[in-house]
T-cell receptor, first 111, second 111 residues
């Protein structure tokens, strides 16, 4: 079993929809959670960063962590065609030296 | 312009040939990383370095080698021992392990 599981999609939504992207993880020691966005043939860019449980909002993006159920979510409001990309979740424990990535979810927002 | 650069963008390798991928950063980050990305898979860690003249193997180090002679540079050599080297290679750097910043990637193809 992978430490971080992510539905690969692909996921297609109409412009303006609310998008929900999700990951589950198995390592209870994970404390830091990240979402990266990767456009086709480009390097990933850090989108959201959260520590422990709770919500974090940045513009149209909200990251949510529920440590009790080991569930990580990214919500995108008013989705735009420019949001079309692969979204990768990642986690790490406080003492670890490497991130653990999910396999990525490919999102397409249709105009 | 601060950031991470990788070169070349595209690289072609013949069977039995060693090739070296370049990664340079001017962010003054201590740590640097090499990942491999295959279609439909997440990022897999090849090697990482926390400090100059020191590096550690990641999950898939076999067939690869690295050096860290300067803080700014972390080249990756794909040796002939790597049996399936065709992939997208990503370099990253960080001040802390959790927030990693990625370069644009190098796409390696074996002819």
């Amino acid at each position: 079993q992978k430490e971080v599981e992510q539905d690969p999609g692909p996921l297609s939504v109409p412009e303006g929809a609310i998008v929900s992207l999700n990951c589950t993880y198995s390592n209870s020691a994970f404390q830091y959670f990240m979402w990266y966005r990767q456009y086709s043939r480009k390097g990933p860019e850090l989108l959201m960063y959260t520590y422990s449980s709770g919500n974090k909002e940045d513009g149209r993006f909200t990251a949510q962590v529920d440590k009790s159920s080991k569930y990580i979510s990214l919500f995108i409001r008013d989705s735009q065609p420019s949001d079309s990309a692969t979204y990768l979740c990642a986690s790490i424990s406080g003492s670890a030296r490497q991130l653990t990535f999910g396999s990525g979810t490919q999102l397409t927002v249709l105009p | 312009d601060g950031g991470i650069t990788q070169s070349p963008k595209y690289l072609f390798r013949k069977e039995g040939q060693n090739v070296t991928l370049s990664c340079e950063q001017n962010l003054n980050h201590d740590a640097m990383y090499w990942y491999r990305q295959d279609p439909g898979q997440g990022l897999r860690l090849i090697y990482y370095s926390q400090i100059v003249n020191d590096f550690q193997k990641g999950d898939i180090a076999e067939g690869y080698s690295v050096s860290r002679e300067k803080k700014e540079s972390f080249p990756l050599t794909v040796t002939s021992a790597q049996k399936n080297p065709t992939a997208f290679y990503l370099c990253a750097s960080s001040m802390r392990t959790d927030t990693q910043y990625f370069g644009p990637g190098t796409r390696l193809t074996v002819l």
